[in-house]
């Protein structure tokens, strides 16, 4: 798109000029730069860009004086009353916002002015990818988009593009340690899955790890750490889809048989692997955040979490789980085998030296015995409400 586009909103290019944004372009591309900052406020007759003019709206947040936006009674009648729309969530924010039948005034936000706002979308895509440029405020508040999959009307991806080409001071990681089989998988997962976040199940590399060991015929002993580490710094790994790709091939079942538990269990006591692991496990921290389930990811592996909550469920509970979810993919196994394979894992889990299985001294302990999932899940998010202090819509 050049700046002889035949598309209306092309003049979207003058409204940003006029706001102090450098833009150069050519035959089919634009570029559009930082100019003056603050922004400079303007006063525009907007008729001929209704839509994209929702934009100079929130960029108004950032500007020298209140910028006003005439002739813009068609906001209305859109997907929603955009006038009404926008002045509302501006206003959580903190703004000082004035509006009448036609035209919409915006104040800037002083960096003191900045409220944390969870932002209400009205199932309108345009208020959700124009209040995403609110996160760039200066006072770091955070801000959350309600409802963000509303942007598949017109722009499925807009929130993948946007986090491509920003960086963050600090993306939220929420961290959930605990022993095995206390159900910190199923919540991890549901909890990332509702805030639409990035999920990393840490055990299944240690996992992987004992896979890739037994392939190549090694032992999990001192002798063989080095070995093992060099395997686990190279692990040809790949997660789609809730699967775990080891070369191209789908080894989500291999991983989670007992004996590959215990592998995992015996090659993570090596310190070698827990180091070769480290970066990999810190390169799934991306924007728009993270939910680590494992052993040490309060401790060791994102020290600095947002939120970091220890689950333990007592060991006659997590035995009975795990028999259930083993009888239900016929797998045979008796109860009393479970529970003893569970505890001689606890124990190498807490008592080796390098990362213990033990809670961060900032976590929260949440012991689920009698808990139903949907109540551990709530628990959770209202602890992560807590400590990212969003107001309610
Ligand atoms: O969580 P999961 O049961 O899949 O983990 C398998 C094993 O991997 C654990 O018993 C533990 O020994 C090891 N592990 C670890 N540190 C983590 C995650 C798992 O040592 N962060």
Not at 166 to 182: F, L, W
Request: glycine content about 6%.
């Amino acid at each position: 798109m050049g700046a002889d586009s035949i598309q209306g909103d092309i003049r979207f290019i003058d409204a940003a000029r006029q706001m102090g944004a450098q833009v150069d372009s050519g035959p089919n591309w634009l570029e559009v730069r930082r100019g003056a900052w603050p922004l400079k406020a303007i006063d525009l007759d907007a008729n001929h860009i209704p839509d994209a003019a929702m934009t100079l709206a929130v960029m108004a947040l950032y500007a020298d004086g209140p910028t006003t936006l005439r002739n813009i009674a068609s906001w209305r009648v859109k997907e929603t009353d955009r006038i009404d729309a926008m002045a509302n969530e501006l206003k959580k924010l903190g703004a000082t916002v004035e509006a009448g039948p036609d035209f919409i005034r915006v104040h800037p936000l002083a960096p003191a002015g900045w409220q944390p706002a969870s932002i209400h979308t009205y199932d309108d895509h345009r208020v959700a990818m124009c209040f995403s440029l609110a996160a760039f405020n200066p006072a770091g508040v955070p801000v959350r988009i309600l409802d963000p999959h509303c942007v598949a009307k017109t722009f499925p991806d807009y929130f993948e593009t946007l986090f491509l080409v920003a960086r963050a001071a600090e993306v939220p990681v929420i961290c959930i340690d605990g022993p095995t089989a206390s159900g910190k998988g199923t919540l991890a997962a549901e909890v990332a899955r509702l805030l639409g976040y990035h999920y990393l199940d840490s055990g299944s590399l240690y996992r992987v790890t004992g896979l890739a060991m037994r392939r190549a015929g090694l032992e999990a002993d001192a002798g063989h750490e080095a070995q093992i580490a060099a395997l686990a710094a190279a692990l040809p790994l790949q997660f789609t889809e809730g699967k775990v790709l080891l070369a191209g091939e789908d080894v989500s079942d291999d991983i989670r048989t007992e004996a590959a538990g215990m592998d995992a269990s015996r090659v993570s006591t090596l310190p070698a692997v827990r180091a070769a692991l480290l970066a990999l496990q810190q390169r799934f921290r991306r924007l728009p955040g993270l939910v680590a389930d494992g052993r040490d990811m309060g401790t060791v592996i994102f020290p600095d979490a947002t939120l970091k909550v220890f689950l333990t469920a007592s060991a006659a509970e997590r035995a009975e789980r795990r028999h259930k979810q083993l009888i239900s993919k016929g797998i045979s196994t008796t109860l009393d085998s479970l529970r003893s394979d569970l505890e001689a894992r606890d124990a190498r889990d807490s008592s080796r030296s390098v990362a213990p299985l033990k809670p961060a001294q900032d976590a929260r302990h949440l012991d689920n015995s009698q808990l139903s999932i949907e109540q551990s899940i709530d628990q959770v998010l209202e602890w992560w409400q807590q400590v990212q202090p969003f107001k309610s819509a």
